[in-house]
């Protein structure tokens, strides 16, 4: 096991003008699942790839523990990878797959036999063994996909969206049970998705990519309650976070309502030079049913367990949107008019992007 | 009642209008299938029944074949001429696949700069007139002292298939998703384990059908081997058209003779048919 290291690491697809992944440095510990997360075309799967050594670097380097791995082939990174389709060898049995690479790397036979029907047993892959993968369902390729992987006890795993190709209900289970896998076993991971979700509930740490440049690697929790920009406080979240440009001015106002914020956010934004700031608040700090805010409802999802209402106000001349997410069961259906108010944490951004300060905020008025 | 898939009409269709184009489908069919049959019956008739007016029903008989598969001295004999097509087709048909397969890869799955006009010096070749090729092509057999030997059609044969076999093993490698070849190439395979491990074991529908059309299009080829080749070295082709005589009549023996230059390629054609269709839709659907 090692840590793997991006050391200003930059890639540019021959024919382009901005690069894939740009100058990232990023540090993933020994044992760690590090998931890189972001929307299509923001270079994680790149980044991924240059670990495995499937893209060259353009500049900069990657350690693979003390190693500088850069100009070293795949097959000698000592990593393992598994592929959104799984790639697994048609030809080969779900044995013979999971045990290509120690052939490939010459271990004896018995050795290689004991060792697939160890992973194999650990996955309940036993009963397969020898079947060849289009004989298999989707959740047992997948299975078969992460046994070739642990089967050959890397320094590295790599995961490029491991989990897109199964049905909801099995992306939850397997999700979980990968987690406890990588736990147990405690090797350095690194996970590529673009499902938030699935990044927050893994991740021992995210990492937020957006067109090729890190924007924030930190825990789950801080990135949800400390977003490090507009782009981390809109795309980490199920809902958005809600966001309302402002005069930076104070008492900050939205949808009419004069906001009484922390003392650490005041001062914050008197040093503040702009004219102009956005003011932000995750759905479960938009209450309705009373408040100073007089807005109407756009449509109500419910499910089940809790409801996100989705409301319409106007601020500053304009109508705006927000979502607010309730306790179900929910009254009130689509065009009702409903009141409402801000009860929760405030986060404040320069509209160029960057956090001025977060902290409690609730109307005033 | 059940009806069977093939009897089921789609949307809108009408049994009339499918009645009729099924007949007029079938009639295309056997008119282009009746020269073959009639070859294959003529050479079961003694010559008199073959040249006289159509029969249809008449006593077959095997004479035509031993006719023109006895050996006389001084003639081109069909076992020399089975074996001469015999080794030209597979030594060239060989060479073929070992220039084309690393082609091929080099071409879809690691390209090289400028692959486009590769691709497209490869296939020029082929606009040229066979005919138009002869004269520098008799020349420098002749230089290199190689008219009437079966090296001469090795080498043609070779740089006539080579062009059409990179450009499908290249569209049959282009179909092999990209991620198995990393995958391979992560566990640890190098070049040599990639082609021979991943690779081609998928390839393989792809470079049977390959491999097959290059055996047809040598075994048939007629024209080089009959200018270079019209001494030693002789190609069944040529040994069909020895079957003409300027006297007496000659259909049924010539007949007899087409059946037999015929049943090699397509003896192979319909044993390898199930692969080779496979072979042939691969580059068709992604």
Redesign the interface.
Known sequence: MASVQFASATRLYPGTHHPAVSQLDLEIRDGELMVLVGPSGSGKSTALRMV???EPLDEGAIFIGDRDVSGV???D?D???V???Y?L???LTVAENMG??LK??KVPKEERVARVREVARVLDLEPFLDRKPKHLSGGQRQRVAMG?AIV?EPQVYLMDEPLSNLDAKLRVQTRAELAELQARLAVTTVYVTHDQVEAMTMGHRVAVLREGVLQQSDTPYALYHEPANLFVAGFIGSPAMNLFPCPSGQPIGVGGCALDVDTGVTSHLASFGGDRVVVGFRPEAVRVGEGPVAAHIRTVEDLGSEAFVHVAFDHEGEMVFAVSKMPAPFKGVTGDPIDVRFAGTVHVFDPAGARIASGAARCAT | MARSAGAQLGVGERRSVNVVTGVVAWFAALLFFFPVFWMILSSFKEEQDANTSPKLFFSPTLDRYSDVTETSTGLLSFCEAFFNSFWVVTVSTVVVLLLAIPAAYALAIRPVPKWRDVLFFFISTKFLPVVASILPLWILAREFDLLNTRLVLMILYTGMNLPLAVWMLRSFFQEI?R??I?????????LR?QLA??IL??AVPGIAATALLCVIFAWNEYFYAVQLNPADGSTIPIWVTTNISTRGNFLAKLSAASVLASVPVVLAGWLAQKRMIRGLSMGAIK
């Open positions: 495995a050594g499937l082939r795949p097959r990174r990593i393992a990878m592929f959104q389709n790639a060898y048609p030809q290509f690479a490939q790397h070739r050959r | 998703p991620e198995l990393e995958a391979a190439e992560i566990d640890g395979a190098g384990g491990s991943v074991p998928i």
